[in-house]
């Protein structure tokens, strides 16, 4: 990385960001052709409510005082709607402080678009074709329409609100069937969940006892997995024969669909952990069955997110996606009674199991923005600080809204077949947030720490 301008003459390397340049070429070209406007945005602003800890900068003019960068040009694309311009887009850099994983970049690059005098399928259509136009000039591929998937369902048959859909193998529930049979492991669990893995009767007892150990890693924690072999000829075999007829174990073929042939995996415990646990055996079960092609793919919209979420400690409620996103016009009367059940006119695109894009349909009524901002904790005062410039705006008249995000490193990560996203950046950052090319992060001398008015606590 420090000598990333060498690395980037390798062929892979170069190629990853001729990839990069081609797809942004492709989108305005889309975008353009449907009547986009580029438009951009400033980079020194304030706070923008998407969830993550802002970048800051201070002020020389202003001591004391500081920018925020943008996490995304949220506010100022729908301001852009009030202004009239019906339709825009900006490939943009946005910036977020969040504690770095695997393939995140404190900076990092999204095709933002928002359109108005829109209702939420004319968004899906519109974005679909985008995506649908990028795999045909840049892989040449023609992708089918796109299946949409309530986040419910997506929660219920996939354990995870973005499925990877180039395999079935959807989780069933098991609990009432299987629970009450004098099996504790399962009469103390709140949930019980199986996926049906086809053609792997055969796995053996080392590769059953490996799969156990995978599933009780920390980052999993299950207690233990259960398993029942639909061995070919129509038999059924499970590691708790004790507590289990083979009649009952029919049963629980038929709720995973499972033939002669398959292996049948069962886990048992709290419900999210036990969930969350299941999707990713799901998913290394697809990866070992080679299911998981990385020139498959399988694009989808996840609809239908809850609007909040509640902070367990605090009670608090968060809006899921950010606070502009409106809810589902069916959904607006439980806002006050039941804030939990209340479903948001939301969308995330997802591919291969990667979300790459979301997006709402935004509320454009301050009476609702203020009611909204009031759910979230916001005192009046406090919501006219931060947001006053746009429920004020919306007073002039704002057209209905909605628009999208998509990370567009990610993207490009996608279609060049790669997991990283650094590949695809020509100068990223390191896991730590670090470029180590340049050495940045670093200290300041004290003479330009005075200029900004920003006094340190070292010793003198
Ligand atoms: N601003 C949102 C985000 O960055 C996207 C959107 O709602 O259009 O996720």
């Known amino acids: 990385m420090k000598y990333r301008y060498l690395d980037l003459r390798r062929a892979p390397v170069m190629s990853s960001i001729l990839l990069r340049h081609r797809m942004a070429q492709e989108t305005r070209k889309y975008l353009d052709m449907q009547g986009f406007v580029e438009i951009e945005t400033p980079v020194l602003i304030k706070s923008t409510p998407e969830g993550a800890r802002d970048f800051v900068v201070p002020s020389r003019m202003n001591q004391g005082e500081f920018y925020a960068l943008p996490q995304s040009p949220q506010t100022f694309k729908q301001l852009l709607m009030v202004s009239g311009f019906d339709k825009y887009f900006q490939i943009v850099k946005c910036f977020r402080d969040e504690d770095l994983r695997a393939d995140r970049q404190p900076?990092?690059?999204?095709?933002?678009?928002?359109?108005?005098?829109?209702?939420?399928?004319?968004?899906?259509?519109?974005?679909?074709?985008?995506?649908?136009?990028?795999?045909?000039?840049?892989?040449?591929?023609?992708?089918?329409?796109?299946?949409?998937?309530?986040?419910?369902?997506?929660?219920?048959?996939?354990?995870?609100?973005?499925?990877?859909?180039?395999?079935?193998?959807?989780?069933?529930?098991?609990?009432?069937?299987?629970?009450?049979?004098?099996?504790?492991?399962?009469?103390?669990?709140?949930?019980?969940?199986?996926?049906?893995?086809?053609?792997?009767?055969?796995?053996?007892?080392?590769?059953?006892?490996?799969?156990?150990?995978?599933?009780?890693?920390?980052?999993?924690?299950?207690?233990?997995?259960?398993?029942?072999?639909?061995?070919?000829?129509?038999?059924?075999?499970?590691?708790?024969?004790?507590?289990?007829?083979?009649?009952?174990?029919?049963?629980?073929?038929?709720?995973?669909?499972?033939?002669?042939?398959?292996?049948?995996?069962?886990?048992?415990?709290?419900?999210?952990?036990?969930?969350?646990?299941?999707?990713?055996?799901?998913?290394?079960?697809?990866?070992?069955?080679?299911?998981?092609?990385?020139?498959?793919?399988?694009?989808?919209?996840?609809?239908?997110?809850?609007?909040?979420?509640?902070?367990?400690?605090?009670?608090?409620?968060?809006?899921?996606?950010?606070?502009?996103?409106?809810?589902?016009?069916?959904?607006?009367?439980?806002?006050?009674?039941?804030?939990?059940?209340?479903?948001?006119?939301?969308?995330?695109?997802?591919?291969?199991?990667?979300?790459?894009?979301?997006?709402?349909?935004?509320?454009?009524?301050?009476?609702?923005?203020?009611q909204m901002f009031s759910l979230l904790g916001f005192t009046d005062d406090e919501a006219q600080k931060q947001f006053g410039f746009l429920m004020n705006a919306f007073e002039f008249g704002a057209p209905p809204h909605g628009g999208i995000a998509f990370g567009f490193d990610r993207l490009c990560s996608l279609f060049g077949g790669s997991e990283s996203i650094r590949d695809f950046i020509a100068f990223p950052k390191n896991n730590s947030g670090r470029d180590v090319m340049i050495d940045s992060p670093s200290t300041i001398s004290q003479d330009q720490l005075k200029e900004l008015g920003i006094s340190t606590n070292s010793p003198a």
Not at 213 to 231: A, C, D, F, T
């Open 107 to 370: 900076e990092f690059t999204q095709i933002d678009c928002e359109m108005s005098f829109i209702e939420r399928e004319d968004i899906l259509n519109m974005f679909e074709g985008l995506v649908k136009f990028l795999f045909k000039e840049v892989k040449q591929t023609d992708i089918p329409k796109l299946d949409r998937i309530s986040y419910a369902d997506a929660m219920k048959y996939y354990g995870n609100d973005k499925p990877d859909l180039r395999f079935d193998m959807r989780i069933a529930e098991l609990t009432s069937l299987v629970q009450n049979k004098g099996f504790k492991v399962f009469d103390d669990a709140e949930v019980i969940v199986a996926i049906n893995v086809t053609g792997a009767s055969e796995y053996t007892r080392k590769q059953l006892d490996e799969l156990t150990e995978w599933v009780k890693r920390p980052q999993l924690g299950m207690s233990g997995l259960i398993y029942v072999k639909h061995n070919i000829d129509g038999s059924l075999k499970s590691s708790v024969d004790k507590f289990f007829s083979e009649e009952e174990l029919k049963k629980w073929a038929s709720a995973t669909s499972s033939n002669s042939g398959d292996l049948i995996l069962v886990l048992a415990g709290k419900s999210a952990k036990t969930r969350k646990a299941m999707s990713e055996l799901r998913l290394e079960m697809g990866e070992r069955l080679g299911l998981r092609d990385k020139n498959t793919f399988k694009c989808a919209w996840v609809l239908d997110f809850p609007l909040l979420e509640q902070d367990e400690e605090s009670g608090r409620w968060h809006a899921m996606h950010h606070p502009f996103t409106s809810a589902l016009p069916e959904d607006l009367h439980l806002l006050k009674s039941n804030p939990g059940k209340v479903r948001a006119n939301a969308y995330d695109m997802v591919i291969n199991g990667v979300e790459v894009g979301g997006g709402s349909i935004r509320i454009h009524d301050k009476q609702i923005q203020k």
